[in-house]
RNA sequence: GGCCCGUUCGUCUAGAGGCCUAGGACACCACCCUCUCAAGGUGGCGGCACGGGUUCGAAUCCCGUACGGGCUGCCA
């Protein structure tokens, strides 16, 4: 029991879910699940955090859209650092008493102007040997050891840091609250963390936190850091600049499944994907397949078109039926199942995301459909188009009851546009822009089908009155 | 300033000294198919940051340079 492998995903409660964080968590998770762990939520316990569940319950919203569900077995959290609260301000106790921390009076301003007094940067550890006690306003400091800390990490190897190069940092603020790198340790420890996976930007952090497990007595992680995300100008995605909610894209009619494969092809390429010739593989095989010595060391730029071409595959790739139950939420309240649900099939591969649902069919919908005055101008200028439409309607008109089919339709058409001595591609133009209003859409006669006899004639007839027809 | 990390087509990547005339995916272009648009098929364009080593041989190992990013708080 002890030894299973317990990973711990820790995501900034901002209110707001980043695809980077969805990615780490992707990675913590396939790892926690392959290798029989445990995938640790915690959350950062502040006022603010506090004074917010919504919040918390966003991650875990976001976590299960993307499918690390809190039901799983592999599922631990959320655990607030709040609990251990206590426990933070022992361990300090207990570094003060070993000797690997001691308490300093000196304030930011001090240190700066001693630092330039001496021609330095940074504290330079000052208050070492003074032997100064606990009082208010008074840090307690980490004693970093001379020598050199390697950090040994999953993804780049070891890494060596000259401790030399490392102040010794702040673990208690003069008002008595531990400092992050303290709590995150300690929370760790007590959690029984065995293995970090993070953003490779928590790297220059690692080896103080390193010296804190050993000074506390305990076995650091294995730790690995994953290549950050970035936008086009090579920075690290940000909240300010960048469309990084995971929300965001759920919202703009991304699949599930399409996002977490192609987040997971983000400095990380499934063994076979070039023999197969695709990278797209289902979540099952991927989570098997994932290795973080396989994961590689530069950052990667989040490309929304790439995600769009994978989204699209994804779409072509559901059932009808599915389809049809998930664009609807893109479609307006006032819209019924049908015509809609008719037109799924041949919707479905024009589709890039769910939200383009509705911009197919949306003339079936309309009372009279919108004349894109482009389109009209182009197709109705020819000098066939206005008899063309008119022997069209007429041929339609004479249809059977029984006959109004997309097979027969397009046979029809095909009859009257041999006396024009043109091409279906031509022929169907003035039909597509009297009854859409556009020269782009779904096939014509499986719309016209769909739409029935009654309102795709009486549209025509429309668009000869507005020919002067 | 100091420290750390990184650098293969436009983008994501494969590549562990000879399999590389550097492969795939997305994007782009052309053609085919086709009732429009798509989808699909075929083909094309396009890259090892630079300079030195090591080696019979380097995208791959070493050193340096350049460029990019990150960290360096009594923020998290």
């Not at 994907?273 to 989040?302: C, Q, Y």
């Not at 309240?333 to 509705?358: I, N």
């Not at 739409?451 to 027809?469: F, N, P």
Request: charged share 25%; with cysteine.
């Amino acid at each position: 029991m002890s030894d299973s492998p317990r990973y711990r995903f820790a995501p900034s409660p901002t209110g707001m879910f980043h695809v980077g964080g969805a990615r780490t968590a992707l990675f913590n998770w396939a790892l926690a699940r392959s290798n029989g762990g445990t995938f640790v939520l915690r959350i950062e316990d502040t006022d603010e955090v506090r004074n917010k569940p919504e919040w918390t319950q966003g991650i875990i919203d976001s976590l299960a859209w993307i499918g690390i569900t809190a039901d799983d077995p592999h599922f631990e959290g959320p655990l607030f650092q709040s609990n251990f609260a206590a426990g933070h301000l022992a361990a300090a106790e207990r570094l003060l008493g070993s000797g690997h921390a001691y308490y300093c009076d000196m304030t930011t301003e001090q240190i700066q102007e001693r630092a330039a007094a001496e021609g330095v940067t940074g504290y330079g550890g000052w208050s070492r040997d003074r032997g100064l006690g606990p009082a208010v306003g008074n840090v307690l400091r980490f004693r970093v050891p001379p020598g050199v800390t390697v950090v040994h990490d999953e993804v780049r190897g070891d890494v060596e840091f000259d401790n030399e190069a490392i102040e010794d940092f702040v673990l208690v603020r003069g008002n008595g609250h531990p400092v992050f790198n303290l709590a995150n340790v300690v929370d760790d420890i007590e959690m029984r963390i065995t293995n970090v996976v993070r953003a490779e930007e928590h790297l220059p952090n690692t080896p103080k936190q390193q010296m804190i497990w050993e000074a506390l007595g305990a076995t650091p992680p294995a730790w690995a850091h994953v290549p950050v995300l970035v936008n086009e100008q090579r920075k690290k995605l940000s909240k300010r600049r960048d469309k990084v909610a995971l929300d965001s894209y759920r919202d703009d009619g991304i699949l599930a499944d399409a996002m977490v494969n192609y987040l997971m092809t983000l400095g990380w390429t499934m063994p076979g994907a070039e023999a197969a010739g695709t990278e797209i593989f289902p979540w099952s095989d991927i989570e098997s397949a994932f290795r973080l010595s396989d994961v590689n060391l530069s950052p990667a730029f989040f490309d929304i078109k790439k995600l769009t071409a994978f989204n699209g595959e994804y779409i072509r790739r559901m059932t009808v039926d599915d389809l049809a139950e998930a664009c609807g939420p893109w479609l307006p309240d006032e819209w019924g199942p049908e015509p809609f649900r008719s037109m799924v099939p041949f919707v479905q591969e024009r589709l890039k995301t769910l939200a383009d649902a509705p911009g197919t069919v949306d003339f079936m919908y309309a009372d009279e459909p919108v004349i894109d005055q482009q389109s009209w101008d182009t197709t109705m200028s020819t000098e066939y188009a206005r008899s063309l439409l008119a022997d069209a309607v007429e041929a339609y008109a004479a249809l059977p009851e029984g006959d109004w089919t997309h097979t027969i339709l397009k046979a029809t058409l095909e009859d009257v546009m041999t006396t024009y001595e043109l091409k279906l591609g031509k022929a169907q133009a003035p039909v597509r822009v009297a009854v859409t209003g556009r020269t782009v859409g779904p096939p014509l006669f499986e719309a016209l089908e769909v739409m029935g006899s009654d309102e795709s004639i009486r549209r025509m007839r429309a668009a000869l009155a507005r020919l002067g027809v």
